[in-house]
DNA sequence: GATGAATGAGGGTTCATTCAT
DNA sequence: GATGAATGAACCCTCATTCAT
């Protein structure tokens, strides 16, 4: 395979690819999102700081990586639920819950979503943060007018707005989960959340 | 004034420590604060890096005096607004669209109240950005409390979730906007976003 | 006074002068000489920087205040034992064990008698460092020659040679005294190696 | 060879790490023991900053590279001398003429062992000086203790005294050669130091 | 006499990236 | 594919010194 392609294919990883990917979203996990340089990496790679650049192009299209991983598999979640056709608050459940469990298991995982302020300086982290954050809004979206066509969810409520207050308070338990140093069960207090969410959501 | 005061001293700002709190926050406005480098600031400012050490012991310093200014900015609004006796959901309106005005005057202000990704090194600012958050939870809790007991707010509510609600739903409007280069009137939406809240909160 | 005189004269140090003289030693004893800043000794004084340049014309001419203070107070004690006429060894012990006395009292002094590397840079502090070695060379030299016309140091020894005993001798004893964090009782163990020096030297 | 080894191996230095100490011993030789800074070395060695620390994570670990190669040569010269069962005197010249020979060819080698006051701020610069003392004070202790039980070096002489004595006027010699600018041949007056030591020691 | 502000040169260090081998 | 070495730009910070007020 030609090393050229595959450096900039999008969704083709090549296992080193991976590897290292995987890797990046350790460290950040074990330190934070600062600590990510491409020495690090290649310390923890057990590898020399030249050779990561044979599989990425930089530093940047490896954070890109790690957004895409986690774009792929936010898209499998959402397009399951969106086919599910339980009732719409029930897929807003299995949305979240499925989220904060996934941030629970890899905390790397939040710490890239949620540092767009580090990735301000780069249109391309930037653009990915934003299809990432679009990507949700959009099947909640879907969710929210079939739910209130079938009449689970009230009326009177404008759409976009719901989609901010979902969205919103899931990412500020994140935010304060991460703030205090994960000092409390971040699932546990998301079901509580998500129940108060479905009471005022619901008819 | 003593020079070794004023340096330690933490409501007492002198005219030049105001002044470069001032290019500080511009300049994190114009570029991003990734660009608020010493070097940068002491250009901004016409002056060579050193001098920015007469009225600041370290960078951190800097930031955290951006920090306090805010906070102090904003324990005004919500002691006044705490103490102005009006209707809970109005309480609430109050303080969030003023925040929001703030925003949209000062761009740089939200750029960093939401850049904790980038303190997560130092404790001083950690701690800072989490005193900023509490102390707007606390004066949110104190509301809505008032407003179940006078029945301006709907009961069966948990308290806490609700603040999350509100909080996040505001600090997901403001990081849209910011990702989205502002492209939108984020006060205008604001109120909607608050109408939409108001009316899922009260009775 | 003329302010450009004093600045200059040697030996006829104002008040002021002696003040900072005394803040430099006692930081350098606290501290180290490495800390003796013209910041750090402002702040010790309760003035500003700039204000010490109306007393000194540079740091160097302040470390030269220091030396010459010692030269003038060892000179003293030098001129006092020469006179007193008592055996030479007795002189050797009373010289010695003054010295010692005082680097108690003062560690400072010693830290700066002891900064030759440091000094390296400047012509004036090397030669007043010179100066201050080869005063009390010269009187061992007295002390030593007439030692031996009175027979009362043994013959055959080399007088340059047995300057070079007795003053490293000392200053190798207050250098593992500084190095191993002044644990242990200058004065005492200087007057056992002083016991064993007149034991070697003695007819 | 790995990378993230080598530069933390004590004794094993890459041949680039030996490069550098050689280049850092050569400017403090030209220049002083002030001017070895990280600037200074990499332009004499025709490199940029940086590239040291692929080699030396810091500056200070660079003179420690320094002080662990003399201890190194030193411990060398100081176990063959020990294992020479040569008497106790001739030994006691070995190791001093081999010092100063070695001090004559290489004055940087001088210039570092006599910089404590510089190494003061550093606990790992003090401790290497530290040791490098108590090595040559350990094997003198065994070697006039044996003098004395053979009857080469006089009775009622305090071994650790005469320690003092031994080291700090050869000490001292160098310190004046070193003040004095190297005016003088620091060989030739050791010897003549040597022959007054000896004298002074014997039976 | 002293202050407050600034300078300018330099300090050590980090980091993404490149490239010959 | 990987290594080892280097680059160059940038980073935060320190310090002796100057000077208008």
Redesign the pocket.
């Known amino acids: 395979?030609n090393?050229y392609l595959h450096k900039n294919a999008m969704h083709t990883k090549?296992e080193?690819q991976r590897q290292i990917i995987e890797a990046a979203i350790e460290l950040i996990a074990e330190k934070s999102i600062?600590?990510?340089?491409?020495?690090?990496?290649?310390k923890k790679l057990?590898?020399?700081?030249?050779?990561?650049?044979?599989?990425?192009?930089?530093?940047?299209?490896i954070l890109l990586g790690i957004l895409h991983m986690f774009q792929a598999e936010a898209r499998e979640n959402l397009e399951q639920v969106k086919k599910s056709r339980l009732p719409a608050l029930q897929q807003f459940e299995d949305i979240f819950l499925y989220r904060l469990k996934y941030f629970t298991q890899r905390p790397a995982v939040a710490a890239v979503i949620f540092s767009e302020s580090i990735f301000q300086n780069d249109v391309r982290l930037t653009r990915a943060v934003n299809e990432f954050l679009t990507m949700h809004e959009d099947t909640l979206r879907i969710i929210i007018e079939r739910g209130i066509r079938k009449g689970e969810i009230r009326k009177g409520i404008l759409i976009d707005e719901t989609i901010y207050i979902t969205i919103g308070s899931m990412r500020y338990l994140v935010t304060r989960w991460r703030l205090k140093g994960r000092d409390f069960d971040l699932y546990e207090k998301g079901v509580q959340l998500l129940g108060n969410l479905k009471e005022l959501l619901k008819c």
Chains 1, 2, 3, 4 share one sequence.
């Open positions: 395979m090393v090549t080193k600062q600590q990510l340089t491409i020495k690090n990496l290649a057990g590898v020399t700081d030249g050779a990561l650049y044979r599989h990425f192009n930089s530093k940047i299209d």
